[in-house]
């Protein structure tokens, strides 16, 4: 049982570590592209001057660099919140470009995104691996313990008593205060035992007659 318990918790925890972070890389690549296509819309309606603050809030949401450029490629804004540690972190990036008209000009998107979070959530998941590890231990140490109580102990005395039943030790009797199958079993063989106590006294009281016939 703890063995059983032991290998489902690492498998769990496994199908966690393998899933978790493709799904949390999905969610932030369908965010950034979603916020976007958004942020090109709103562009196109009230221009960079006025987006200033939804461009940082963009960035800031997403991890991202954004840069806006006019018809000739010159740099008109540019947005990037990213830091040294963030750089040097092993992460996927998501790059969008899309292009917006504002006053009869025409303009350059151009954003890139960090998966910094979806790497970071895998080495967070990495660095509990010895805190889910006793978790699991203790877990199963428990779980198994009080299974070997609830089941495993009550079949230990049934089988005591069929033992002793065999060697025509009727005085025994199974505890059938359970209401499940091992209760049902217990009943039985008390049931069995009453029968053959039975039959046992009415051999010695035939055998008791037969020798005072024959006496």
Request: net charge negative.
């Amino acid at each position: 049982m703890f063995l059983l318990l032991t290998v489902c918790c690492i498998l769990i925890y496994g199908m966690v570590m393998v899933f978790l972070p493709k799904n949390y890389h999905l969610e932030l690549q369908n965010q950034f592209t979603t916020d976007f296509y958004k942020m090109a819309e709103s562009l196109e309606k009230n221009g960079w001057e006025d987006m200033s603050q939804d461009i940082l809030a963009f960035s800031m949401r997403n991890n991202a660099f954004v840069r806006i450029e006019d018809e000739a490629g010159n740099e008109i804004l540019a947005v990037n919140i990213s830091n040294d540690e963030k750089k040097n972190h092993d992460a996927k990036t998501l790059s969008s470009s899309g292009s917006f008209t504002y006053k009869e000009k025409n303009y350059r998107l151009l954003a890139t995104a960090s998966l910094i979070a979806a790497a970071q959530s895998y080495d967070i998941l990495v660095k509990l691996i010895p805190f889910i590890t006793g978790m699991i231990l203790l877990i199963s140490v428990i779980a198994a313990l009080v299974c070997s109580r609830y089941f495993s102990k009550p079949l230990i005395d049934i089988c005591g008593v069929a033992k002793r039943m065999t060697r025509l030790d009727m005085t025994w009797k199974c505890d059938e205060s359970r209401s499940d199958e091992i209760g049902q079993l217990a009943g039985s063989l008390n049931e069995m035992s009453a029968q053959l106590s039975e039959a046992l006294e009415s051999l010695q009281s035939a055998n008791v007659n037969l020798g005072a016939l024959y006496s």
